[in-house]
């Protein structure tokens, strides 16, 4: 009985870190100024400069999400090739930059995109003439796939390692061509990984305001950056949670979304 | 041919990953201020980068930040590992569900619970208050990172040490303690990355005037971006780069560690 005890502190911890603010949240997200119950926080959702930021963090986010998965994949193919297990030094080059600091990896893109940056300081001196890079969604994307990319990467890289080379070869034993063998055998089998490569690609490019702030110049909105003005700036704390809930039931829903996808998958395979 | 293009791939990729963080590597040598032209080697910019009190000072608070937070929630999530341990099935699958939620939240919501909570109570953010939530945040890694190894020793050997007359702390320290501790080393390291990593939690739960290096470079890049910034990103690119080397390669390192576990048991 007594060793039970010894998880007081982290319990408290629980509910005083984690509980308590969450339902803070819900708390202030369903009531208003004068302390009443209220929806309009979360139907504030709907007005329109809300709603675009939504959809301009969908949208971005998923392209990046794309782009990301398009690049790991085939990175996580030709690294399981190489064959130099997971400390080879090849694996290791492809997420050490995971480990820089976030908002220097993101200063690093402002420093390259500015108007007076790298890139267009390089394009003029050789004649070409500048183009217009930062505060564009393309500089927010850039930014995203460049510090989301190794956590893609490494799932991915993660489970088709683990794929049983003898498993392939007995494909093409019986007579699989090289689509069908990637088709049947190693994309079933690397479900999962795309799947948390997925989300832990989504979930932070969904409620980003820092790139947005960096790359975007606070010109493009996203729902993080509006949460995060509503809290900063705004003081309007009952609309900020109001919306922070919108987007946990968004993120919610989608990741249900993505691991019905993985059950799917699997079940198809077995 | 497809072996070629395999490797054009990579060097592609290698290239992405890499070329920015070597652009502000190049400009912390940069005699001039200007970012796209080179003009001398200098090191100036690491002298200035030494004397500036803000950049020190953030340094320092991201170190003992992250020390503190990652040795009381590897205390805190050690602790709760072993009780967990005792408990019903059904008690255990309810905390560690729990554990998970902050894992899986969105940093900007932690964060902003975090902060509503406390100014709700009416306690002024300073530097508590982000000790405290990256305390909160560090918890989780640890508890996975050592409940594995839990579950490993199971109860027998335990058992066994208080049947032979060990008192409970003693049988702890001997039997149990060596089994789990890699779980709590790699769930420290974890939780010290984490809090070092951290921006978004820390933006919303600090108080005025106190800065780590995430929030001073938030600060300072929106303001306009300084050449000792670049000299800050080497240094901390050069730290990563070796700590994850000597962790990972340095020969002997790993073979030095087995012998040191295998002397342990």
Redesign the interface.
């Known amino acids: 009985m ?6 007081a ?3 408290v ?2 509910l ?7 339902a ?2 819900f708390y ?1 997200g369903l009531t208003g100024d004068q302390g009443g119950f209220t929806l309009s926080n979360i139907a504030a959702i709907a007005e329109t400069g809300h709603a675009k930021a939504l959809w301009t963090s969908v949208l971005l986010s998923l392209v990046s999400t794309v782009i990301c998965l398009l ?1 790991a994949y ?2 996580g193919l ?1 690294l399981k ?1 190489s064959g130099m297990g997971q ?1 080879g ?2 694996v ?3 997420v ?2 995971m ?7 993101t ?6 995109l ?1 108007k ?3 890139i ?3 394009l ?2 050789l004649g070409f003439s500048g183009l217009r890079l930062i505060n564009t969604p393309t500089a927010i994307v850039m930014g995203m796939v ?1 510090d989301f ?1 190794p956590f893609m990467v490494m799932p991915i890289y993660n489970v088709l390692a683990k794929i049983d080379d003898r498993v392939i070869e007995a494909a093409r034993d019986l007579g699989a061509n090289n689509f069908q063998v990637f088709r049947y055998i190693i994309l079933p089998l690397s479900v999962p990984g795309i799947v948390s490569g997925v989300t832990m690609v989504f ?2 490019a ?2 980003t ?2 790139i947005s ?2 790359l975007g110049g606070g010109k493009i909105l996203l729902i ?1 950056n509006v ?2 003005q509503e ?1 900063t700036v705004g003081n309007n ?1 009952h609309l ?2 109001g919306l ?1 809930l919108v ?2 039931i968004f ?1 919610l829903v989608s ?1 249900a979304f993505i691991a019905k996808f993985d059950k799917n998958g699997e079940g198809n395979t077995f | 041919m497809k072996k070629f293009l ?1 490797k054009f ?2 060097v592609l ?2 290239i ?6 070597l ?2 590597i190049v ?1 912390s040598f940069n005699e001039s201020r ?4 080179w003009s001398g080697f200098t090191l100036k910019w690491y002298a200035a980068m030494l004397q500036d009190e803000t950049m020190m000072e953030a340094l320092k608070n991201t170190l003992v930040i992250a020390l503190v937070s990652a040795v009381t929630a590897t205390l ?2 050690t ?2 590992c ?3 341990q ?2 019903k099935p059904g008690t255990r699958g309810v ?1 560690l569900a ?2 998970q ?2 894992l ?7 964060g ?6 406390f100014l ?1 109570f009416g306690i002024s953010l300073n530097m508590g208050t982000v000790l ?2 990256h ?2 945040f560090c ?1 989780p890694y640890v ?1 996975l990172s050592v409940m594995p190894k839990m579950k490993q020793v199971g109860g027998y050997t335990y058992e066994a040490a208080l049947d032979l007359g060990a008192s ?1 702390a003693y049988a702890f320290w001997k039997v149990i303690l060596p089994e789990i501790r890699p779980g709590m080393v790699s769930g420290f390291l974890m939780a010290f ?1 984490m809090s ?2 951290d ?2 939690i820390t933006h ?1 739960t600090r108080g005025a005037g106190i800065n780590t ?2 929030t001073m ?2 600060g300072q ?2 303001v306009g ?1 300084r050449p000792s ?1 670049y000299a ?2 080497t240094l ?2 050069g730290t ?2 070796i700590l ?1 080397l000597i962790a ?2 340095l020969p002997g390192y790993r073979a030095r560690k087995k012998a040191r576990e295998e002397q342990m048991r």
Request: net charge positive; with cysteine.
């Open positions: 007594r060793r039970k005890l010894l998880s502190p982290y319990l911890w629980i005083c870190g984690t509980l308590i603010p969450m803070m949240v202030y690049l085939p990175l030709i090739k400390k030094l090849l290791f080059l492809f050490l930059p480990w820089m600091n976030f908002l220097l990896r200063m690093a893109w402002q420093v390259l500015e007076k940056g790298v267009n300081t390089i003029q001196s460049y990319l979930v932070p969904l409620t305001f820092v702030n960096m993080g949460i995060e809290f704390w900020g949670a922070s987007m946990m993120i990741m | 395999e791939y990579l990729i290698f992405f990953l890499y070329a920015p963080i652009t502000l400009l200007s970012m796209g032209s805190i999530g602790l709760a072993v009780a967990i005792k408990m905390i729990l554990n939620i902050p899986l939240n969105a940093d900007i919501v932690t902003i619970a975090l902060m509503l909570t709700a405290f939530s305390i909160t918890i508890i409970p990355t070092v990593d921006f978004i919303f290096l995430s470079i938030y890049v929106r971006i910034i800050l990103s901390v690119f990563v780069l994850l990972n390669y």
